[in-house]
């Protein structure tokens, strides 16, 4: 078993994702039996306004697909220059990436070779327009769509 601790300061955005983590297990079992927030080593504590916060962690975050499918949401979201999109396979395939906007029109199309396991996408902001795209990840039989602010 191990651990893990961090300490941050400072203002943030509403909703900003202040880092992300990403596990791979090595022995099956439930992630809300062996990931918990504890005060063990660093005071498990959160403030704002100079009152305290609950803490908690959502083990329901992402869009899983039974078929070992997941696509997630890009981060940072909304982003000015650059996104990552964080995505999973069940065996390594071929997977497109399309950005559209709200009309459907294709903004860009992005092909990589995907591993089994996690994968990452990084976007460049370049000349996509500034409001509410869409990303689509296609692969074999399997899409999903999720969508996106550009600032």
Same mark, same amino acid.
């Given at each position: 078993?191990?651990?893990?601790?961090?300490?941050? %300061?400072?203002?943030? #955005?509403? =909703?900003?994702?202040? @880092?992300? !983590? +990403? /596990?791979? #297990? $090595?022995?099956?079992?439930? &992630?809300?039996?062996?990931?918990?927030?504890?005060?063990? +080593?660093? #005071?498990?504590?959160?403030?704002?306004?100079?009152?305290? !916060?609950?803490?908690?962690? %959502? @083990?329901?975050a992402g869009v899983v697909v039974s078929t070992g499918f997941e696509l997630g949401q890009n981060t940072p979201n909304p982003f000015r220059?650059?996104?990552?999109?964080?995505?999973? /396979? *069940?065996?390594?395939?071929?997977?497109? @990436?399309? +950005?559209?906007?709200?009309?459907?029109?294709?903004?860009?199309?992005?092909?990589?070779?995907?591993?089994?396991?996690?994968?990452?996408?990084?976007?460049?902001? =370049? %000349? &996509? *327009? #500034?409001?509410? &795209?869409?990303?689509? !990840? $296609? $692969?074999?039989? @399997?899409?999903?769509?999720?969508s996106m602010v550009v600032e």
């Amino acid at each position: 078993a191990g651990m893990i601790t961090t300490s941050w %300061d400072g203002k943030a #955005a509403n =909703n900003e994702v202040l @880092f992300t !983590m +990403v /596990l791979r #297990a $090595t022995t099956d079992a439930a &992630l809300s039996n062996v990931l918990s927030i504890n005060s063990r +080593v660093t #005071a498990a504590e959160a403030y704002s306004n100079d009152e305290t !916060m609950d803490l908690a962690i %959502d @083990f329901g975050a992402g869009v899983v697909v039974s078929t070992g499918f997941e696509l997630g949401q890009n981060t940072p979201n909304p982003f000015r220059t650059q996104t990552t999109i964080m995505y999973t /396979l *069940p065996e390594a395939a071929n997977v497109t @990436f399309t +950005v559209s906007d709200a009309t459907g029109r294709t903004l860009e199309v992005r092909r990589t070779s995907g591993v089994q396991g996690q994968n990452t996408l990084t976007l460049q902001r =370049n %000349d &996509l *327009p #500034a409001g509410v &795209l869409f990303y689509t !990840m $296609t $692969t074999g039989d @399997f899409t999903a769509t999720k969508s996106m602010v550009v600032e």
